[in-house]
């Protein structure tokens, strides 16, 4: 079973930065698909970025160039870097692994983009 813990959400004003990190325990880290979803008062969970095991990465249209995923194998982290945020990118964010299908999630960690 993958443990996810999630960190570094908060309060930032329009135009302002965060960065999340999401620890993982378990084996295969380095095979393993790891995501970011958001999930917004009123609105479906939606996929904001996702980085193969071979760093191969996607993201959600509104968040391309402004976004940016990474993974650290050795630490068994992954990050999401996001600039230039937006109110619409307020959101509890959660980490996802994803290995053959078989999906884990943590518990969430809330942005806000308010000034």
């Known amino acids: 079973q993958v443990q996810l813990v999630e960190s570094g959400g908060g309060l930032v004003q329009p135009g302002g930065s965060l960065t999340l990190s999401c620890a993982a325990s378990g084996s295969f880290f380095g095979i393993t698909t790891m995501n970011w979803y958001r999930q917004a008062p009123g609105k479906q969970r939606e996929l904001v970025a996702g980085?193969?095991?071979?760093?191969?990465?996607n993201y959600l249209d509104s968040v391309k160039g402004r976004f940016t995923v990474s993974r650290d194998n050795a630490k068994k982290r992954v990050y999401l870097q996001m600039n230039s945020l937006k109110p619409e990118d307020t959101a509890v964010y959660y980490c996802?692994?994803?290995?053959?299908?078989?999906?884990?999630w943590g518990q969430g960690t809330q942005v806000t983009v308010s000034s």
């Open positions: 980085i193969t095991g071979s760093s191969t990465t």
């Open positions: 996802n692994s994803d290995l053959l299908g078989n999906k884990n």
